[in-house]
Every structure is written in structure tokens, then in C-alpha cells.
T-cell receptor
């Protein structure tokens, strides 16, 4: 199994630009999570999906952030417009069910200038 | 506010010394999971505890889940340089999932 796949691995963009992060969960997993990690705020859960349905999005910072899961094998996290304070490592993780072991992807390192 | 706190935030130990990190939740968790993140890497699952008072061991690592299912600990005996990283506890409550604040371990050779 290839594990959780995230793309791009690195992204450098300018303030105001749209950023789209992508995630392919492990096949057969029913839950998908998006996290953000910074030195200041640690590891934050942004949103998670069960069977492609968003369950808890209370961690999504503001309206500039949106996440979708159109099918069981693909999810996106979009930031529009991006701001320097969005600079962080964004992880995607998947699990058989949301309460169980999570498998993390390698992360996307985002730098907004 | 932060639901799951870990202490200490940072710990430096001499190789061979023991290490313990404590995880405290403001609410009861359905289970407790522990993850390890190496510098520059991603969190990797270590173990899951489900029962109140449960204790599990993995070689030099001992994990404990509190009786009230609100706290947990991870103890490493005789640390090695390969133990370096940040250790996170995590767990579900209701329909929410919480990660702890993490403990960063440095092992001095």
C-alpha cells in the first residue's frame, strides 16, 4: 500500500493567491482528516470526513479555508485568499473509522510570502 | 481552549535515562492513542488504549490509561538516541477528535 499521498509536498506562494492542497487516503479507509501544524499552535485538527461527509469542521480557521471530499479516494483543502499566517505544514490522515488509528501523509509545507 | 494538555512541553535527557510524558484531558476520552513524530517527519501511530486503567508495553515503552479515562502516560526506560522526537497523545470524545500539545524529547548521547 502506498500510504496516504499528499501533493504538493512544498508550496511557495504570494499573499492573496489561491492554494489547493490534495490528499489521497489509503484505499478502504472511511475517514479522512486535515491537520495544520505550526511551532506556535502545535498540531490542530481542521476538519474530518466520514464516508465523504464533513463531520467536524470546528477547527477550520475562517471562511478563507474550505475542504471537500468528492469521493472516497480524494480530498482537497483550499485557502483563498492565502495570507502569511497560513504558512504551516498541512497533514492529511486517514483511518478505517474516525476513532481508530490514523495514518498520516508526509505533509505539505506551505509558505505564503 | 486546548482540550488535551501534555507535560512537559520539552525534555532533555542523557542517553540511558528514563523519560515520562503525561497527557491530561479536560473530558473523558473514548480511547487514547499515542503517536511519535520524528523531526521533519509526520506523526506515526504507536499504540491505542481503550479500557480504564489499561497498561500496555512495547519493549522499552510503557503506556497507561487512567481510571477516569481523562489522563494517560508514556514512559520510556533507558532512552536511546532513536527515541528522539515529539510524542503526542490523542483521542476521541463525542464526534470530536483531540490531539495533545505534545512533548518534545531530546536525547543527549
Amino acid at each position: 500500500d502506498a500510504g496516504v499521498i499528499q501533493s504538493p509536498r512544498h508550496e511557495v506562494t504570494e499573499m492573496g493567491q489561491e492554494v489547493t492542497l490534495r490528499c489521497k487516503p489509503i484505499s478502504g479507509h472511511n475517514s479522512l482528516f486535515w491537520y495544520r501544524q505550526t511551532m506556535m499552535r502545535g498540531l490542530e485538527l481542521l476538519i474530518y470526513f466520514n464516508n465523504n461527509v464533513p463531520i467536524d469542521d470546528s477547527g477550520m480557521p475562517e471562511d478563507r479555508f474550505s475542504a471537500k471530499m468528492p469521493n472516497a479516494s480524494f480530498s482537497t483543502l483550499k485557502i483563498q485568499p492565502s495570507e502569511p499566517r497560513d504558512s504551516a505544514v498541512y497533514f492529511c490522515a486517514s483511518s478505517h473509522w474516525w476513532q481508530e488509528t490514523q495514518y498520516f501523509g508526509p505533509g505539505t509545507r506551505l509558505l505564503v510570502l | 481552549g486546548q482540550q488535551v494538555m501534555q507535560i512537559p512541553q520539552y525534555q532533555h535527557v542523557q542517553e540511558g535515562e528514563d523519560f515520562t510524558t503525561y497527557c491530561n484531558s479536560s473530558t473523558t476520552l473514548s480511547n487514547i492513542q499515542w503517536y511519535k513524530q520524528r523531526p521533519g517527519g509526520h506523526p506515526v501511530f504507536l499504540i491505542q488504549l481503550v479500557k480504564s486503567g489499561e497498561v500496555k508495553k512495547q519493549k522499552r515503552l510503557t503506556f497507561q490509561f487512567g481510571e477516569a479515562k481523562k489522563n494517560s502516560s508514556l514512559h520510556i526506560t533507558a532512552t536511546q538516541t532513536t527515541d528522539v522526537g515529539t510524542y503526542f497523545c490523542a483521542g476521541p470524545r463525542g464526534n470530536q477528535f483531540y490531539f495533545g500539545t505534545g512533548t518534545s524529547l531530546t536525547v543527549i548521547p
